[in-house]
C-alpha cells in the first residue's frame, strides 16, 4: 500500500526558493515512479516533474526552475523550486505510477498525496 504525505509549502516571496518533500510510508516506493503536480484555484491539475529508473522529465513551465530528486532509502521524493513567481501559488501534489517511463498524464498515477499549499508573493 503507498501512503504519500507532502510537506515543505508555505508562503514565499518572488524569486525566493522552497523544497518540497513526499514521503511514503509503504514498502514499495523504489518500485514507482513518482510526480509532481500542482492545481491552481480555477485551473485544471498540471504536470511539472517526473522520476524514476529512466531519469527525470520536466514540464516546459518549470524546467530550469525546478528539480526533481529522490532517495529510496527515505523513502521520499523532493521538489526543489527556485525563481518562484506568484503564478507559481498552487496546491501541490506528490503522486506514484507503476509506468516507469516518466508518465506526464493524471490518469497514468495510481496513489496521490493529499497536497501541500505554497503561496508566492509579489
Known amino acids: 500500500q503507498v501512503q504519500l504525505v507532502e510537506s515543505g509549502g508555505g508562503l514565499v516571496q518572488a524569486g525566493g526558493s522552497l523544497r518540497l518533500s513526499c514521503t511514503d510510508s509503504?514498502?514499495?516506493?523504489?518500485?514507482?515512479?513518482m510526480g509532481w503536480f500542482r492545481q491552481a484555484p480555477g485551473k485544471e491539475r498540471e504536470f511539472l516533474a517526473a522520476?524514476?529508473?529512466?531519469?527525470?522529465r520536466y514540464a516546459d513551465s518549470v524546467k530550469g526552475r525546478f528539480t526533481i530528486s529522490r532517495d529510496n532509502a527515505k523513502n521520499t521524493v523532493y521538489l526543489q523550486m527556485s525563481s518562484l513567481k506568484p503564478d507559481d501559488t498552487a496546491v501541490y501534489y506528490c503522486?506514484?505510477?507503476?509506468?516507469?517511463?516518466?508518465?506526464?498524464?493524471?490518469?497514468?498515477?495510481?496513489?496521490w498525496g493529499q497536497g501541500t499549499q505554497v503561496t508566492v508573493s509579489s
Open positions: 503522486a506514484a505510477s507503476i509506468i516507469q517511463t516518466l508518465p506526464t498524464r493524471l490518469d497514468e498515477y495510481d496513489y
Open positions: 522520476i524514476s529508473w529512466s531519469g527525470t
Open positions: 509503504g514498502r514499495t516506493f523504489r518500485s514507482y515512479a
